[in-house]
Structure formats: structure tokens, C-alpha cells
């Protein structure tokens, strides 16, 4: 079967003034608009670019370009047709093997509403009490449900084309009409990603903002407000779903948490860095880790409210070390209804 | 010769009745180790409480002239405790007291026994800014032992083999007298086993206990700093991993470097997994290793052919744990706990050879394979081992295996390696090969501490 192709529309570009895409962008200096139209238009022709270098595939151009034309997709093409890494081979190599499916299907008691896992058994830890109630047990875990959009930090676009189909068969095939996903990289891929390139996606994809806000509503009378500062550490698939961004508003405001005004956060956030540090090395994640915190305890967070697991895996001891409380949104809205802080900080520093 | 029974008596009246077994089911159990080596039962267990009573049973043998088998914990897989024929297997688990810490000159005196993992948690409760070498055998493993065998651990990369570590002995000769060896032969303290003396504990160490009983061993100990962590990089080119590991030795800010290769689970199929274990008394301390280790590497990362992978906790918690959890969990990977390796000592430049020889043997044999290399003493060496895990239920597993082994083994001294704690067989391979006037002298030693031949016959046994 042929590889479903990029949906890409040329001509927005050609109409686009702002050339956002890379205007904005935070790791290249594209502040010349028209600079920034030529260079684009190399990406697009399959000529060669200094983006497809530079990129650091933090996914935000995703989100930059107003008219949900998927430039950064473009990028991955690229980068995969010219043989660029933007990640050492073997690293790749790892993640194409870790990630395979192999026909082990991990799932639960499965419903036609069910939790999606991802491949992060942090959510093992997390998805406990009322939150839950009547549908902890309906979950679906690892690579036979994978959402695969990783390999976009890796010029892997073939990877995504070739596994997703199944995937997203291997969902429909257990049943299920409405997947929560608790990990915004499957949200994304399964709202942004399928459609990019043509992949239908029989079941509906419920961002776990959106049934979190849902539950607390239903557990009002439970929630006693926190009364605290927090700042929200956006992770980089959630450029891939700007439009839930809201729900961050939205929940913090029942629980009462602030989220605090700081300059790296919404459009402007700064991801973990994790896969720079794997892409580029320690000088620039370090910086980019360092410049996040600082503006975190500017800006007076008493808390770090966590989205993804993988931010929390990299961020969450750094972000305590500067006397700010790690936390995952899950985790915060237990501590409001009176549960217990589930994912604890990870201990580093290990036996001696 | 005494009766068996007589004997038995002599044996009880030495360590009393419940340290001395001749019943089927000791006999059973101490006939065989986790490898692939035959069993061969003894006659008689027994378990000494102190060194008089090491004495006591030594003499007695050595006046019977019946073979004894000092045994650990029987970890070394390659069949070095099981009686070939027959005797005493003299347990040394009862001993098993630490002695003395001396703190300022960094040592520990141990009995003959004692375990790796009870002298870690030791230390880590009296002394934290102490530690040893401990090796990745599960925690049961005794210290004498492993220093008998030349074993390696957590510290081998800065200081060398366990056994350079041994700081003193006292030991059990064959014929029963008990003698000093290193500095506490002349003073109190055991800060050395040989310098400014001549060396005596080359009779020993590497003698698979042929040469003599060790009852105390003293070990040296290094600081523990405070906080330890693993930068984790992968290549998926052979050729390049000596280079890699010499540019991590060269930092002299890595503890251990052990590099590991398997095909499953699936994420390490393809790469080579290396680790460089790092150590800090701060934040800073930590940081600037990493720093260091990061620019030893940075030319092979910018080509794109090594990467550091990010860890979560959870990926990391197995990594740090000493023993290394995975390590244990891959020994019993087929089920059936069948585990064995063959560990050359030898030259890194050799890795890429290596890999390819036993991806080879292990399509060959139809064998699951697993290997990993830690740096020795700076990169002069390194252990590579070419291990297998079989079924111990599937004799046809447990033959394939054992093919595997014994051809990787020869091909490892064809390349200039030198096999590590070999079995039977083995040892037979590097006597064939070794230099004639070695032999003669390895003769002369062993029939001058051991008239009788009564120490763990079979072994170094120089026709
Ligand atoms: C999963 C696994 C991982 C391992 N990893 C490592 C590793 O990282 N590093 C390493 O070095 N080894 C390793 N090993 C090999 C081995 O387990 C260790 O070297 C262990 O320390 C051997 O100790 P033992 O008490 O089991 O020795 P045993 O097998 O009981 O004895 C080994 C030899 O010492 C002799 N001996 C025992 N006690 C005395 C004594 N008191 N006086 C004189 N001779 C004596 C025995 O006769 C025998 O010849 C590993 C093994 C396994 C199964
Ligand atoms: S990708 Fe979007 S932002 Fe970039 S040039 Fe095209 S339309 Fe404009
Ligand atoms: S993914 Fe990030 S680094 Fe790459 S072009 Fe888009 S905004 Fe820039």
C-alpha cells in the first residue's frame, strides 16, 4: 500500500504575509520577514535550507501558522528526503526498535471510552481515584496503540506513515469510540497528524484536559481551592493542539490556581529540552532549562503544573531544586478534591 | 585411608554436628554451580566457623589425602567449586564477619566468607563515605572469592581488578599452617598485600583455591561521594566503542564504563548501549564531569554516530543499582535458570571482533546472547563477555549453549585474549598455549604448597 502523503497547501503559503512558521521561531533568527519567505519557499521546493539544520523540531511552528498548514510536518519531509538527522542515528535507531509493534496488546478492560496510556507508565501512578471512577480499568498501553508523532523529532515521517494506519486500526478493533488521551502527542496525532496526511480515524479523540474539566464540574462540591501560584510548563506536543490550551484556564479556575503571567509560557513556552539536549547537546538544553526555571521563580510559582510525563521525567527534580512544587495536572486536580500527590519526584541521585 | 565414616566423625568433632552433611541432599546441591559444567558430587559438606577450624579440617585432609573444595557462593559459574573428585566442599558462608574498617587508610578486613552485599550495606549504615568494588553478581557473592577469581566491579575502571584492591591476606596453607601474606605479616595494619614486600599473594589470587584456604582478606575502600549518576550514550558502529571507552578513561572523571549489546528486548537491538558512571560531592562536581564527558564525546556526537539518550527515573533506577538489576534478570531470561558467560580479559581494541563472533555463534548455535564489556584499569584491558541464558530443563539448549561458549572461548584466545575464571577445559586452552617455562614454574609452586594435590583438584592441574 502506498504511504499516505502530507496534505500541505503551497498556495498559503504564496498568500502569507507573516510567514509565522519562522517568524516565530524561538532557536532561529527570522526576524526579516521577507528573508524569512524566501528560506521558507526553499523548504517547500525541496531546496536546500538552513532550517532544515537549524530546526530543533520543537514542534511550535505548528501552531504559528495561522492557517493549520502543518509546516512543520513539511520540515520532517524534508529533513527525511535530504538524509538530515536531527537526532545522532542511533538514537534513532533506538526509537524506530523500542517502539515496534510486536502484537502484545496491553490493555485493560476496554470499553467503547477508553484511557490511552501512550507508551508512559507514569499514567500506571497517576490514574487512581475519583477522577477515575468508572473508567480506570478501560485503558490501552504500549506500542500496539502507540501514536508514533515522536519520530517527527527524528526526520521519521515514514515511520509515522507506515505504523499510524494500523494503529489507529488496532484502536478501532478494540471497540472504542471515544479514546481520552492522557498524553497530548497522541491528541495531537490523532486530531492534527491523521488528518496532515488523509488517515481516517473512526473513533473520537477526547483531550484529557477536556474530561479532567468534565469530572471536576460533576465533583464540584468536592474541590476546595488551592489558592496558589502556578506556573504551566507547555510541552511540545501541545503545539499540535493549541485549541485545548484553554483548559488550562479553565481547570486552574476551578481548583483557583493563578496561572502565573510568565514570559515562557503559552505561545512563547519553552519546551523541556530534553530532545534538544538529545538533538543538540547540553549547551543549548541547559540554557533553555535554566531560562524557563528562572522565569518560573520570577514570576513568584509556588507550583509547576506538568502536562506531559516526559517534561516531568527532565524538568520536575530542577524545578524543585529552585523551591517550586512539581505537579502533574491530574495530580493537581486530586490535591483540590482532597486526594494524595500520586507521581512523586524522581530520585536522581540514585544509591551509592 | 580412613573410613568414611571414621572421617565424617573427625569432621563433626571439628565443627560439630549440624556443619557437616554426607546426606544425599547436600551432596545433590554441592555437586553442581548454575553453569554448564557436569556435576560431580562430594562426600562430605562442611561449614567452618573460624579459621581453627579451617585449620583443623585442612590438616585432616591433607593427612587423608582427601580433595577440598573451598566454595562461595558458587557464582562463578564455570564449575571452579564443584568437587571433580569428590572430598570436602568446605562452605565458607559462617564466615562471614567484617573485622575491622580502618577509615583513615581506607580498608576493610573481612573473613573468608563474608558477601559483597552484606559489606555494602556495612558500609553505607557505619561508614558512608566508603565504598568498594562491587561486582554485578547478585549480592551473595562472597569477596574472598571474587578476588580469588581476579573479578571486576564498580570501581575496575579507576583501580583496576578486584583483586589489585586486596590490601592483606591470611590464608590456610594446604598442608594446614596458617601464614600472613602483606603488610599485616610484619604490622597490625592491612593497607597492602605486597609492596615494600616481596608479593606472596600471587600464590593465591588467581589460583582458583588450589593453592590454599583464604580465611580474612583485607580490601581496600574509596570515597563514596555523595551523589552518583549515568550519562547513557549509544552508537550502532562497533569499530568506534574502543575509541569511545579510551575517551571516557582519558577524562579520569569516570568510575565505570561498561558497554552492553543484545538483540531483545527490541530497544537495544542495533546499538550498543554504554554507560559512564560519574560521582560528585555537588551539583558542581556532577556538573562539570558531565561536562567533560560530554566534550570527550562531542566529535562523534556532532558526526551524528553517538548519542546520549535521556533517561526517566525509571529507566535509570536499574542502571545505578549495584548489583546491576539487569544483568541478574538477563541471567534468568530463558526461564529455567541456565546462565553462563565466557568474561576474556582483554584488549578493548577488540570489541568490534568480539560482537561480530558472537552475533555469529549465536545464529550458529541458535543461542540468546547477550554481552557486556566494562573497562578495566584505565582502558589497559576490558572484560568482554560472551554470555548465554538457556533453559536448564532443555538439554538440547543447555548443549547448544555450551558449543557457544567453549567456541568463543577459543576464538577469544586466538585474538589474544586470556580466558577469566575458566573452567576445566578452559584453563586446559590457555595451559596449551602458555609459555612452557610459566608452566613449569606454576607446577613447581603449586607441588610445593600442595604435596598431596589435595586443593581443588582439576584445576590448574599442569600435566
Ligand atoms: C549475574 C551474574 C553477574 C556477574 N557479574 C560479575 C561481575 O560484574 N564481576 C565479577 O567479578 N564477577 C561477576 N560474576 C561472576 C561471579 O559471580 C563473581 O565473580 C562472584 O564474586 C564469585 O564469588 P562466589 O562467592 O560466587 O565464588 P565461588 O564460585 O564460590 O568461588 C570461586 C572460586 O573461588 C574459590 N574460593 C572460594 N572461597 C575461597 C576461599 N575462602 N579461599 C580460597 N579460594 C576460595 C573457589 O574454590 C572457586 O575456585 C557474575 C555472576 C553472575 C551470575
Ligand atoms: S506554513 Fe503557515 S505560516 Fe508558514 S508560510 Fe505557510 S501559511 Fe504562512
Ligand atoms: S519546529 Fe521549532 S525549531 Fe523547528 S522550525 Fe518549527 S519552530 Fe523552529
Redesign the interface.
Known amino acids: 500500500m502506498p504511504l499516505p502523503e502530507l496534505k500541505f497547501d503551497r498556495t498559503k503559503c504564496a498568500e502569507c504575509q507573516a510567514t509565522s512558521c519562522l517568524v516565530k521561531c524561538q532557536y532561529m533568527d527570522f526576524k526579516d520577514k521577507d528573508k524569512a519567505k524566501k528560506e521558507w519557499q526553499k523548504v517547500i521546493n525541496s531546496e536546500d535550507s538552513s532550517v532544515l539544520e537549524a530546526c530543533t523540531t520543537c514542534y511550535a511552528c505548528e501552531e504559528y501558522c495561522p492557517f493549520g498548514n502543518h509546516p512543520f510536518y513539511m520540515i520532517v519531509e524534508r529533513q527525511e528526503e535530504k538524509g538530515i ?1 536531527p ?5 534513532v ?2 526509537w524506530i ?2 517502539c ?1 509493534p ?1 502484537g502484545r496488546f496491553m490493555v485493560g478492560k476496554v470499553e467503547e471510552r477508553a484511557l490511552s496510556y501512550c507508551f508512559l ?1 507514569h499514567f500506571n501512578t497517576l490514574v487512581k481515584g475519583k477522577l477515575f471512577d468508572g473508567i480506570a480499568w478501560s485503558v490501552i498501553f504500549g506500542q500496539e496503540f502507540f501514536c508514533n508523532a515522536v519520530y517527527l523529532h527524528y526526520a521519521k515521517a515514514s515511520v509515522i506513515k507506515d505504523r499510524l494506519p494500523k494503529i489507529v486500526e488496532n484502536i478501532k478493533n478494540q471497540g472504542i469510540k471515544e479514546l481520552v488521551c492522557l498524553h497530548d502527542e497522541c491528541y495531537g496525532t490523532f486530531t492534527s497528524l491523521t488528518s496532515a496526511y488523509g488517515i481516517d480515524t473512526p473513533f473520537k479523540p477526547i483531550h484529557y484536559y477536556e474530561y479532567l474539566y468534565g469530572r471536576l464540574k460533576e465533583l464540584k462540591d468536592l474541590i476546595k481551592p488551592l489558592n496558589i501560584k502556578a506556573a504551566y510548563q507547555r510541552n511540545c506536543s501541545a503545539r499540535l493542539c493549541p485549541e485545548t490550551d484553554h483548559y488550562v484556564d479553565d481547570i486552574f479556575g476551578l481548583l483557583g490556581v493563578e496561572r502565573v503571567k510568565r514570559e515562557y509560557d503559552r505561545e512563547n513556552a519553552l519546551c523541556c529540552a ?2 534538544l ?2 538533538a543538540r ?2 549547551v543549548l538544553a541547559d540554557d533553555v532549562q535554566k531560562r524557563n526555571i528562572d522565569d518560573m521563580v520570577r514570576f513568584g510559582a509556588e507550583y509547576c503544573v506538568f502536562n506531559c510525563p ?1 517534561c516531568w ?2 524538568l520536575a527534580h530542577k524545578v524543585a ?1 529552585q523551591g517550586i512544587k512539581p505537579i502533574h495536572m491530574i495530580d493537581l486536580c486530586k490535591l483540590a478534591i482532597g486526594e494524595e500527590q500520586a507521581l512523586r519526584l ?7 | 585411608m580412613t573410613t568414611t565414616s571414621a572421617l565424617y566423625d573427625s569432621l563433626v568433632k571439628i565443627v560439630g554436628k549440624d556443619f557437616v552433611s554426607d546426606q544425599k541432599e547436600e551432596r545433590y546441591f554441592y555437586a553442581r554451580d548454575g553453569g554448564l559444567m557436569p556435576p560431580h558430587e562430594p562426600d562430605f559438606v562442611v561449614m567452618p566457623k573460624t579459621t581453627e577450624e579451617v585449620q583443623e579440617i585442612v590438616k585432616l585432609a591433607n593427612r587423608e589425602k582427601v580433595p577440598i573444595v573451598p566454595k562461595g557462593a558458587g557464582l562463578a559459574l564455570t564449575g571452579l567449586v564443584i568437587p571433580q573428585l569428590g572430598g570436602i566442599v568446605l562452605d565458607m558462608n559462617r564466615m562471614d564477619r567484617i573485622l575491622e574498617v580502618n577509615e583513615k587508610a581506607g580498608y576493610v578486613v573481612v573473613e573468608g566468607g563474608t558477601t559483597h552485599g552484606a559489606l555494602k550495606s556495612y558500609l553505607q549504615k557505619h561508614h558512608p563515605n566508603l ?1 568498594h568494588s562491587i561486582p554485578d553478581s547478585p549480592p551473595i557473592a562472597t569477596i574472598v572469592a571474587n578476588a580469588v577469581i581476579h573479578g571486576q566491579g564498580r570501581l575496575s575502571q579507576q583501580h583496576g581488578f578486584n583483586s589489585d584492591m586486596v590490601s592483606s591476606l591470611e590464608v590456610v596453607l594446604p598442608t594446614g599452617e596458617l601464614c600472613r601474606i602483606g603488610s599485616c605479616s610484619v604490622s597490625s595494619y592491612w593497607f597492602s598485600k605486597g609492596p615494600p614486600l616481596p608479593d606472596l599473594s600471587g600464590l593465591f589470587l588467581g589460583w582458583f583455591g588450589t593453592t590454599g584456604i583464604i580465611t580474612k582478606l583485607g580490601l581496600k575502600l574509596y570515597p ?6 549515568v550519562m547513557l550514550f ?3 558502529k562497533a569499530e568506534l566503542v574502543p575509541d569511545i571507552m579510551l575517551r571516557l578513561s582519558h577524562t579520569e572523571m569516570v568510575e565505570d564504563v561498561v558497554v552492553s549489546a543484545q538483540p531483545l ?8 548501549w554504554i554507560m559512564a558512571y560519574i ?1 560528585g560531592d555537588s ?1 558542581e562536581e556532577l556538573e562539570f564531569k ?2 567533560m564527558v ?1 566534550d570527550a564525546l ?1 566529535e562523534y ?1 556532532e558526526s ?7 533517561t ?3 529507566m ?2 536499574p542502571l ?3 548489583p546491576s538489576k539487569d544483568l541478574t534478570r538477563f541471567a534468568d531470561v530463558s526461564k529455567g535458570g541456565g546462565f553462563q558467560y565466557a568474561g576474556p580479559i582483554t584488549p578493548i581494541e577488540k570489541f568490534p571482533a568480539f560482537i561480530r563472533k558472537l552475533e555469529e555463534v549465536a545464529t550458529k548455535y541458535n543461542v540468546f546472547y547477550a554481552s557486556t564489556a566494562r573497562l578495566i584499569d584505565a582502558g589497559h584491558c576490558m572484560m568482554f563477555s560472551f554470555s548465554f541464558s538457556f533453559n536448564r530443563a532443555n538439554s538440547d539448549e543447555m548443549a547448544r549453549a555450551k558449543k557457544a561458549l567453549d567456541e568463543c572461548s577459543k576464538f577469544a584466545l586466538e585474538e589474544g585474549g586470556v580466558l577469566w575464571k575458566a573452567d576445566i577445559y578452559e584453563q586446559r586452552l590457555l595451559m596449551d598455549k602458555m609459555d612452557p617455562n610459566t608452566l613449569v614454574l606454576m607446577k613447581k609452586i603449586k607441588q610445593l604448597l600442595d604435596p598431596n594435590g589435595i586443593m581443588n583438584p582439576g584445576n590448574w592441574e599442569v600435566k
Request: aromatic fraction near 8%.
Open positions: 538527522l537526532a545522532p542515528r542511533p538514537i535507531t533506538m526498535n523500542q515496534q510486536v507508565p530534553e530532545v539536549r538529545m547537546g547540553p516526559a521525567d527532565s531544586k524522581p530520585e536522581l541521585v540514585a544509591e551509592v | 565504598r563514596c561521594k555523595k551523589m552518583r549518576d549509544l552508537t550502532d528486548p527490541l530497544r537495544f537491538r542495533g546499538t550498543f560521582t551539583d558531565r561536562k560530554w562531542w556526537f551524528r554516530d553517538v548519542g546520549l539518550l535521556s526517566s527515573p525509571e535509570k533506577a545505578m543499582s549495584m
